[in-house]
């Protein structure tokens, strides 16, 4: 167990914030976890966990003790007659592990290929991209509890997935929210692979190359040349990705919303309700390329908000608000912010 005073989470955050962690453990192992658990000031202190930093936006300095995870390890569980049990630390980044399974000949991640952040933030976030959610692949996952240090295995029902939201991010009853550690997590790969390309940009792709039938490795290829094409990479250009959820509304408001707005982009789903594109309701009331303080909107997609050089967790917050604040006024819609907000 690595514990550091005072230290920096800039680094540790891909919207490159500044912010301090009084105190900082690095957690590799569940024994780390259990060494927190067991330790005389650590043990009884609030903690805060964190993964790839890729879904927070740090606005002050973290007086509990951040458990920073590091967790490591791939490794393929078992082969089954309709799909492979593959597992992986939960400190692995996910795009490098979601690269491995297909080299390894295991697809079914791909569509979320390049997503940033680590594998056990993955979960927690419920993340998704074109067409395919992280429950769609889900098998189960080994946590530890932060009061007993006790290890629990969760499946997909434990879990309580919903869209961009898991049993991890609520902190009431029966919520899970600082009250463990994610290690391990492992996902169900079916055999024999169908690919998915229900999504727009992915029939697009189809219709460019000629090509009906793509293999695993080629929608990967396509999904992370449109993730690159529309979104900054956070080695260059500070941002936590997609900033506000989808709003997901009945089918009258929806019918209501293309009477004023024809253009919207909408997606029916199976229960009769509507995903709205977020990115396009905050395009329509002119964010796109905005600035406030050195936070702004991405040129490229009005979904993701950016550091344009030194920005701090309060400026990134006071634009968000200004944009919920301007689609609510136009649409009647509140807009909800992904990233966990500390």
């Keep these: 167990m690595r514990v550091e005073h005072r230290a920096s989470l800039r680094d540790f955050n891909t919207f490159a914030l500044p912010a301090l962690a009084q105190t900082l453990v690095r957690i590799t ?42 967790v490591p390890g791939r490794r393929l569980v078992e082969t089954l007659d309709d799909a492979w ?14 690269a491995w399974t297909l080299d390894q000949g295991w697809p079914g991640l791909e569509n979320l290929a390049l997503i940033p952040g680590s594998v056990g933030a993955a979960p927690v976030q419920n993340i998704g991209a074109y067409g395919v959610e992280l429950k769609d692949r889900f098998h189960s996952l080994d946590a530890v509890d932060l ?16 869209y961009r939201d898991s049993v991890f991010k609520h902190d009431g009853f029966g919520g899970l929210a600082g009250k463990s550690v994610i290690t391990r997590v492992r ?20 219709a460019e190359t000629g090509n009906p039938r793509p293999d695993a490795r080629t929608v990967f290829d396509w999904v992370c040349a449109i993730r690159r094409a529309k979104l900054p990479d956070p080695a260059v250009v500070g941002n936590a990705g997609s900033f506000f959820k989808n709003p997901v509304v009945s089918a009258e408001q929806c019918r209501d919303i293309i009477g004023r707005d024809p253009e919207i982009v909408h997606y029916p789903l ?23 303080g050195r936070a702004g909107v991405y040129e ?20 968000a608000r200004a944009i919920q604040e301007s689609v609510y006024g136009r649409f009647g819609i509140r807009l909800e912010p992904e990233p966990v907000i500390v």
């Design 187 to 206: 996902f169900r790969l079916p055999r024999p692979w169908q690919p998915v390309l229900g999504y727009l940009d992915l029939e697009r792709k189809m």
């Design 85 to 98: 049990i593959v597992e992986a630390g939960a400190g692995e980044p996910w795009p490098d592990f979601v």
């Design 147 to 162: 009061v007993t240090g006790r290890g629990v295995t969760l499946d997909a029902a434990a879990c309580r997935f919903g």
């Design 300 to 319: 490229k997609q009005a979904l993701v908000l950016v550091n344009r050089g030194g920005a701090t967790g309060a400026e990134v917050v006071t634009l």
């Design 29 to 70: 192992s569940d024994l780390d976890v259990r060494r927190v658990v067991d330790h005389p000031q650590h043990g009884v202190a609030p903690k805060f966990v964190l993964g790839g930093g890729s879904n927070v936006v740090l606005t002050r300095d973290v007086a509990a003790v951040v458990l920073k995870v590091e």
């Design 270 to 292: 199976p229960d009769g309700s509507v995903k709205l594109a977020a990115g396009w309701l905050i395009d329509a009331c002119g964010w796109k390329g905005k600035t406030v």
